[in-house]
T-cell receptor, first 111, second 115 residues
Framework: NAGVTQTPKFRVLKTGQSMTLLCAQDMNHEYMYWYRQDPGMGLRLIHYSVGEGTTAKGEVPDGYNVSRLKKQNFLLGLESAAPSQTSVYFC??????????FGQGTRLTVV | QQQVKQSPQSLIVQKGGISIINCAYENTAFDYFPWYQQFPGKGPALLIA?????SEKKEGRFTISFNKSAKQFSLHIMDSQPGDSATYFCAALPSDTGTASKLTFGTGTRLQVTL
């Protein structure tokens, strides 16, 4: 049972490049989330999904897009990466209960 | 706007000592207060959580103390061990949601337990 798996674990992008982060969960959870973690800022919610085919904006959605075409997958896209998007990105999932299960993170550097 | 204020930012405790991390909140709609533990290179994991109908919850060496009137809650780690060295996040969630989408995190405390 893998839980929440994020791909890739590390990535370096040049400013203006695009990329997609993949999150997969095998717990049959309805809800999935993308957070970013920055020093001194805690975890901030980017986008989330309450079920297959749905997405919603979180606290810091600008510059990101998401899609949830399959229940088990939640994709985070950066269309034109900026240095301000250098961060560690965490995907999480949950059932209707409030506990969120997190992946191991993707460390993204935009140069 | 930081809705959950966490302190200290970092903490060094000797093995066997007590680690105490504090959090304060303003939103009276919060009614679920979890603590997450994060080891380097890993994602956060739920450690312990409390609802405001009790003033204290204990699980092994970890205890949450909750003061509803002061809008404060704290994590106490008794008999701290080097394996407890991690970053700890407090969080809060309002009652009007059934998901973690409105989970508000504190800024984190990096705990180091020395030998």
């Amino acid at each position: 049972n893998a839980g929440v798996t994020q791909t890739p674990k590390f990535r370096v992008l040049k400013t203006g490049q695009s990329m997609t982060l993949l999150c997969a969960q095998d717990m049959n959870h309805e809800y999935m989330y993308w957070y970013r973690q920055d020093p001194g800022m805690g975890l901030r919610l980017i986008h989330y999904s309450v079920g297959e085919g749905t997405t919603a904006k979180g606290e810091v959605p600008d510059g990101y897009n998401v899609s949830r075409l399959k229940k088990q997958n939640f994709l985070l896209g950066l269309e034109s990466a900026a240095p301000s998007q250098t961060s560690v990105y965490f995907c999480a999932s949950s059932h209707r209960e409030v506990e969120a299960f997190f992946g191991q993170g993707t460390r993204l550097t935009v140069v | 706007q930081q809705q959950v204020k966490q302190s200290p930012q970092s903490l060094i405790v000797q093995k066997g000592g007590i680690s105490i991390i504090n959090c304060a909140y303003e939103n009276t709609a919060f009614d679920y207060f979890p603590w997450y533990q994060q080891f380097p290179g890993k994602g956060p994991a739920l450690l312990i959580a409390i609802r405001p109908d009790v003033s204290e919850k204990k699980e092994g060496r970890f205890t949450i103390s909750f003061n509803k009137s002061a809008k404060q809650f704290s994590l106490h780690i008794m008999d701290s061990q080097p394996g407890d060295s991690a970053t700890y996040f407090c969080a809060a969630l309002p009652s009007d949601t059934g998901t973690a989408s409105k989970l508000t995190f504190g800024t984190g405390t990096r705990l180091q337990v020395t030998l």
